[in-house]
């Protein structure tokens, strides 16, 4: 049975699909299947995939699995997102969305997008924004009041096509 998110996710992509963005990209590659993370998705290069964004580290399938379910276990908070090229049963892009509950802003919501990444072979078609629309509607959908990402300078350009504003500076203290 599908999870709440997948339900919720799956109810975005569908609204999205209507739209001439992917229109247009399945015009251009009608193999594309865009759809809620699986289970079986470490098979079809997940991890592979996320390797061309940053350090992946040696993580087995049974580490995968166990990751993916107590993510699905909180439905209302993890939202990822891939597209599957069916001919070759290959992930080929994903991105994925955080929900953050807050005491402030009347105990609001914040979206955090992250790990977005398209293979090499399929970067140009769109992928990326078609990810990242179906994330924001996902965000409004949930309630969020704003929805923030990191990102290198050089990558500035591409999320301003997207409607983000660059804000403020970025600090991190890794372990
Ligand atoms: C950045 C990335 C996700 C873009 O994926 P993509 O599917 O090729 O992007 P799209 O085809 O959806 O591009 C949409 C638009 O953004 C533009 N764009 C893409 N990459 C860009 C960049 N680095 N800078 C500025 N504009 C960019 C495209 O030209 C296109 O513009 P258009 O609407 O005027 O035609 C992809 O290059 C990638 O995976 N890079 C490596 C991982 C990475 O850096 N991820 C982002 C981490 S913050």
């Given at each position: 049975?599908?999870?709440?998110?997948?339900?919720?996710?799956?109810?975005?992509?569908r609204?999205?699909?209507?739209?001439?963005?992917?229109?247009?990209?399945?015009?251009?590659?009608?193999?594309?299947?865009?759809?809620?993370?699986?289970?079986?998705?470490?098979?079809?290069?997940y991890?592979?995939?996320?390797?061309?964004?940053?350090?992946?580290?040696d993580?087995?399938?049974?580490?995968?699995?166990?990751?993916?379910?107590?993510m699905?276990?909180?439905?209302?908070?993890?939202?990822?997102?891939?597209?599957?090229?069916?001919?070759?049963?290959?992930?080929?892009?994903?991105?994925?969305?955080?929900?953050?509950?807050?005491?402030?802003?009347?105990?609001?919501?914040?979206?955090?997008?992250?790990?977005?990444v398209?293979d090499?072979?399929?970067?140009?078609?769109?992928?990326?924004?078609?990810?990242?629309?179906?994330?924001?509607?996902?965000?409004?959908?949930?309630?969020?009041?704003?929805?923030i990402?990191?990102?290198t300078?050089?990558?500035?350009?591409?999320?301003?096509?997207?409607?983000?504003?660059?804000?403020?500076?970025?600090?991190?203290?890794?372990?």
């Amino acid at each position: 049975m599908a999870s709440r998110s997948e339900a919720r996710l799956n109810a975005a992509l569908r609204t999205l699909a209507t739209t001439d963005d992917q229109k247009q990209a399945a015009e251009t590659a009608n193999y594309l299947e865009m759809r809620a993370l699986q289970l079986g998705d470490f098979d079809k290069g997940y991890m592979k995939l996320l390797e061309q964004l940053t350090v992946v580290g040696d993580v087995s399938k049974d580490v995968y699995e166990a990751r993916f379910n107590e993510m699905a276990s909180l439905p209302d908070t993890y939202f990822t997102i891939v597209f599957e090229d069916t001919s070759k049963s290959k992930i080929v892009a994903t991105a994925a969305l955080t929900i953050e509950r807050k005491f402030i802003r009347g105990c609001g919501k914040i979206g955090h997008i992250e790990d977005v990444v398209v293979d090499k072979q399929y970067r140009g078609f769109r992928l990326a924004v078609r990810l990242l629309e179906a994330l924001k509607q996902i965000a409004k959908d949930c309630g969020c009041y704003k929805v923030i990402l990191d990102c290198t300078e050089a990558k500035i350009a591409f999320y301003e096509k997207l409607g983000f504003q660059k804000k403020e500076q970025q600090m991190a203290l890794y372990f």
